[in-house]
Antibody
């Protein structure tokens, strides 16, 4: 069964850094495009970043461009999000989401990891 | 403000048919297929529709369609377990390319 499991969330001070990871299993990892999506409690879903299967193509939302870096390790079936210059409004649940091979939508989600930015 | 527009709330009774809509423009829904995601009690999103295709394990009372720049998710024979928040998303080719979401629809089963 295909599965995504995020980890690495936690409490961090404003201005700090944190690295999230997403472990994938049950599918051919390098065949799929992956994304990070976040959700502030009580609010909607916000797309953050995309990375192609080969990692040659990367996109970021304006809200995180220049502060967050997406990467992947196809040998270890893992996706990462390096977050720097964290702000209070970056506090959210962060989801790893797989993009369908045939269209630009998400066909598999992880359970999320909580990031809290607070002093 | 979300790039895609969804109703804030929709309600229906058990057994009823309800339709949720998702409106965008030519650079997103008009050009790409739409996905629909169910989120129950703030849990992780679950994909319930990929364009007009049902993912494995999703009951066939769910169906999807698109006309121009508006996509729709229809639930025929509403069940209590369908009560959830529903989000739509697709890709948008402006600004170099990015995914966009709707603001979500809270579906209440009366």
């Amino acid at each position: 069964e295909a599965q995504l499991v995020e980890y690495g969330g936690g409490l961090v001070q404003p201005g700090g850094s944190l690295r999230l990871s997403c472990a994938a299993s049950g599918f051919t990892f390098n065949n799929y495009q992956l994304n990070w999506v976040r959700q502030t409690p009580g609010k909607g879903l916000e797309w953050l970043s995309y990375i192609s299967g080969s990692a040659h193509t990367i996109y970021y939302a304006d809200s995180v461009a220049g502060r967050f870096t997406i990467s992947r390790d196809n040998a270890k079936n893992s996706l990462h999000l390096q977050m720097t210059s964290l702000r209070i409004d970056d506090s959210a649940i962060y989801y790893c989401a797989r993009m369908s091979r045939t269209a630009w939508y998400f066909d598999l989600w992880g359970r999320g990891t909580l990031v809290t930015v607070s002093s | 403000q979300s790039a895609l527009t969804q109703e804030a709330s929709v309600s229906g009774t058990v057994g009823q048919k309800v339709t949720l809509s998702c409106s965008g423009n030519s650079s997103n829904i008009g050009s790409f297929t739409v996905g629909w995601y169910q989120q129950i009690s703030h849990g992780a999103p679950k994909t319930v529709m990929l364009g007009d295709s049902l993912p494995s394990g999703i009951p066939d009372r769910f169906s999807g369609s698109k006309s121009g720049t508006t996509a729709s998710l229809t639930i025929s024979g509403l069940q209590p377990e369908d009560e959830a928040d529903y989000y739509c998303s697709t890709w948008d080719y402006t600004l170099g390319g990015h995914a966009v979401f709707g603001g979500g629809t809270k579906l209440t089963v009366l």
